[in-house]
């Protein structure tokens, strides 16, 4: 019997950990988190305000089963390892399960799981170290903080003009979106001109008039112009210079995700998934094996293990003179460095030679984290730049071109960079070129663009709002909550999503805004430190914000529903378009005295009547499209189910039973059938 208990978060893992780890370890998942804050007490926080904050934590919905299950192979394991993932959220997860579990402190490890190979893993297992308390602090701080002001913001939002949702870092990226859509909408376009003399082999820009730069603000500025030249230009100056052209740094989580979307065209949420399998193992046939590092970081460091191969693995494929320098950046005030940079397991993967076991999404991404980092390690590309300078009556002209003389890191990393020569002819200074083709075109300034998903993930980081491990997240939820609309693949607010931030700015603007915001995550990070007291910071936020939440629960008008032009068949008064919790429906304004609700037109043919009242179950759709099974009686019965309900009821507790991916099980309870 095993005497060894390893708890990982992900079943896809434990596998292929155990077969490292031999007979003598049991591995076993999880399955992610175990418990969170309750949805009892003040506001249904879950947490005592009075009482220092001190959170109330109860088993997440499901997982009773699992904790059931984890503490009998705990009472049979004399040590347990846990080795949920390695960051903050990993580190409570593992404070859970201690707790949650009753794992005495000479009974636990803690391990690290940076990557999943064979040598790495036994190398956590032989190098234990125990729970940071501060990180776990930091993280439960975050996790009450999002509680007290998502609950207290939804629902004032909820109640005064039919929003969904708000959240720290959520209602801050939105608020970007909308600032911006304002900057666009307030823009006033400039008119200006360009004039161009074009030659056989290349073409030269005005802008200069003798040494000073030239501004042609309207056509008659670009007539007189080409009235005072002539149609020679004399060679005035010739500069020839060779540029190194660096590589980027390896990727860390927020440039993985932006050059994810930028190259590969994946969203956020995508690229971490895929990361995340990545990750977790694939089967190569002979192996299962971890083919990336941990993607949740914000470090760009690289370890000595995988250093010196891949410098070797560079001189050997392609050359001494292509091996480059770990490249040093300047490490910013929010990098935790807590490990690597997200980089391939081993450089002797090449992702051509595994491609046969990834899918074509897994096989992009993992070509790009291998280039990237192979790339990060190899010596610059050299360029020679020449730049001429035409002289005509005073007015400067010119052109530029660029040879590639050296590729160097774009030896590998060229399919994601552009690099094209543009050679110009040989041309000596005081030589004459004739030319009477010459153009002038009127542009218009343009407005800042809309946030891409990439721009917004990049604007985040430099405001230091939020983490990168939380930015998919936070995209996938203003897009979840409608409030915003992807045009050509950028953000734009809709009427809901701006009059959320507007509410938002008229009673919260101190505190919802990029300063406050940022000025949390370093108290958070200090906190992880041990420099700051958890419940203290805790204390000092909700002096601030619980009072302008009680003004605005006083203070926001409220926005009456919108009438639909018919009147209640049962009372006479106006119908009316309420919010509900799948989408919109028709009411009587005169709620709660007559609770008629419009039966939507386009449900189904009843399925099975619904177990909580007599009402029946029928096919609806979310206003995204997503089809779920819902009583008609809503929103007077809230009974819901996501899953086709098989028109039989559990043996065990009387709920439907439901269909799922061929499997027939109850839909409250684990029975299966």
């Known amino acids: 019997?095993?005497?060894?208990?390893?708890?990982?978060?992900?079943?896809?893992?434990?596998?292929?950990?155990?077969?490292?780890?031999?007979?003598?370890?049991?591995?076993?998942?999880?399955?992610?988190?175990?418990?969170?804050?309750?949805?009892?007490?003040?506001?249904?926080?879950?947490?005592?305000?009075?009482?220092?904050?001190?959170?109330?934590?109860?088993?997440?919905?499901?997982?009773?089963?699992?904790?059931?299950?984890?503490?009998?192979?705990?009472?049979?394991?004399?040590?347990?390892?846990?080795?949920?993932?390695?960051?903050?959220?990993?580190?409570?997860?593992?404070?859970?399960?201690?707790?949650?579990?009753?794992?005495?402190?000479?009974?636990?490890?803690?391990?690290?799981?940076?990557?999943?190979?064979?040598?790495?893993?036994?190398?956590?297992?032989?190098?234990?170290?125990?729970?940071?308390?501060?990180?776990?602090?930091?993280?439960?701080?975050?996790?009450?903080?999002?509680?007290?002001?998502?609950?207290?913001?939804?629902?004032?939002?909820?109640?005064?003009?039919?929003?969904?949702?708000?959240?720290?870092?959520?209602?801050?990226?939105?608020?970007?979106?909308?600032?911006?859509?304002?900057?666009?909408?307030?823009?006033?376009?400039?008119?200006?001109?360009?004039?161009?003399?074009?030659?056989?082999?290349?073409?030269?820009?005005?802008?200069?008039?003798?040494?000073?730069?030239?501004?042609?603000?309207?056509?008659?500025?670009?007539?007189?112009?080409?009235?005072?030249?002539?149609?020679?230009?004399?060679?005035?100056?010739?500069?020839?210079?060779?540029?190194?052209?660096?590589?980027?740094?390896?990727?860390?989580?927020?440039?993985?995700?932006?050059?994810?979307?930028?190259?590969?065209?994946?969203?956020?949420?995508?690229?971490?998934?895929?990361?995340?399998?990545?990750?977790?193992?694939?089967?190569?046939?002979?192996?299962?094996?971890?083919?990336?590092?941990?993607?949740?970081?914000?470090?760009?460091?690289?370890?000595?293990?995988?250093?010196?191969?891949?410098?070797?693995?560079i001189e050997e494929n392609y050359g001494k003179k292509y091996v480059g320098s770990i490249k040093l950046s300047k490490k910013t005030e929010n990098v935790q460095d807590a490990h690597e940079a997200i980089r391939p397991t081993s450089v002797f993967r090449d992702p051509l030679n595994v491609k046969q076991y990834l899918s074509n999404d897994e096989f992009k991404l993992y070509s790009l984290i291998y280039k990237r980092t192979l790339a990060s390690l190899m010596s610059d590309a050299k360029v020679s730049q020449t730049t001429i300078i035409f002289d005509n009556c005073d007015y400067k002209f010119k052109t530029t071109g660029q040879i590639l003389i050296f590729d160097g890191y774009l030896k590998v990393y060229r399919d994601y960079e552009s690099s094209e020569d543009r050679i110009l002819p040989e041309i000596g200074e005081s030589e004459k070129c004739i030319t009477t083709d010459v153009s002038s075109e009127q542009h218009f300034t343009k407005p800042p663009a809309r946030y891409s998903e990439a721009k917004l993930i990049k604007e985040m980081e430099e405001l230091g709002i939020g983490r990168p491990s939380t930015y998919a997240k936070t995209i996938d939820t203003i897009k979840e909550r409608n409030y915003v609309d992807v045009i050509e693949k950028k953000f734009k607010p809709t009427e809901i999503g701006i009059e959320t931030t507007d509410k938002l700015q008229e009673f919260f603007n101190d505190l919802i805004n990029v300063e406050y915001t940022r000025d949390m995550e370093e108290e958070l990070d200090d906190i992880a430190l041990g420099k700051l007291v958890w419940n203290e910071v805790l204390a000092g936020f909700y002096k601030l914000f619980e009072p302008r939440v009680k003004n605005a629960f006083d203070s926001m008008e409220k926005k009456e529903p919108v009438e639909t032009g018919e009147a209640c068949p049962e009372c006479g008064h106006p119908l009316v378009i309420r919010k509900g919790r799948y989408g919109e429906f028709v009411a009587c304004s005169n709620y709660p005295e007559c609770k008629y609700i419009k039966k939507d037109e386009q449900e189904v043919k009843s399925i099975v009547s619904c177990p909580k009242c007599d009402g029946n179950i029928v096919e609806k759709k979310t206003r995204k499209g997503k089809t779920f099974y819902g009583c008609d009686n809503y929103p007077n019965c809230k009974y819901a189910l996501w899953d086709l309900p098989t028109g039989e009821v559990c043996p065990e507790c009387g709920n439907l039973l439901v269909e799922k991916k061929g499997v027939v099980k109850c839909s409250e309870c684990d029975y299966k059938k």
């Open 1 to 313: 019997m095993a005497k060894n208990l390893v708890i990982v978060e992900s079943p896809s893992k434990s596998k292929t950990i155990e077969k490292y780890l031999g007979e003598s370890y049991k591995v076993v998942s999880s399955k992610g988190h175990i418990r969170d804050l309750a949805t009892t007490g003040k506001y249904g926080l879950g947490v005592d305000i009075e009482d220092g904050f001190a959170p109330n934590y109860v088993p997440i919905k499901g997982k009773s089963k699992i904790i059931k299950e984890l503490k009998k192979d705990v009472k049979d394991s004399d040590i347990v390892y846990l080795a949920s993932d390695p960051d903050r959220e990993g580190e409570a997860i593992a404070w859970h399960l201690k707790d949650a579990l009753g794992i005495k402190d000479d009974s636990y490890r803690r391990v690290l799981f940076n990557e999943i190979t064979h040598d790495k893993v036994v190398d956590a297992i032989n190098n234990p170290t125990v729970i940071d308390d501060n990180l776990v602090k930091s993280q439960e701080t975050r996790r009450i903080l999002d509680r007290i002001i998502g609950f207290r913001l939804s629902k004032l939002l909820q109640n005064k003009i039919g929003a969904k949702s708000a959240g720290r870092v959520q209602s801050v990226a939105l608020k970007l979106i909308v600032d911006r859509e304002r900057e666009i909408e307030a823009f006033c376009p400039e008119e200006y001109w360009t004039i161009t003399a074009k030659f056989p082999e290349y073409e030269a820009l005005l802008f200069k008039y003798k040494d000073d730069d030239i501004e042609l603000k309207c056509e008659e500025d670009a007539l007189k112009v080409l009235n005072n030249i002539s149609d020679t230009y004399i060679v005035s100056n010739i500069e020839k210079k060779d540029k190194n052209k660096k590589g980027k740094m390896p990727f860390i989580t927020s440039t993985l995700q932006q050059e994810a979307s930028t190259k590969l065209g994946f969203p956020a949420k995508k690229t971490m998934s895929i990361a995340q399998k990545l990750y977790e193992g694939i089967d190569l046939g002979s192996e299962t094996v971890g083919l990336i590092t941990y993607m949740r970081t914000d470090s760009v460091r690289l370890s000595n293990d995988f250093v010196g191969p891949a410098m070797k693995y």
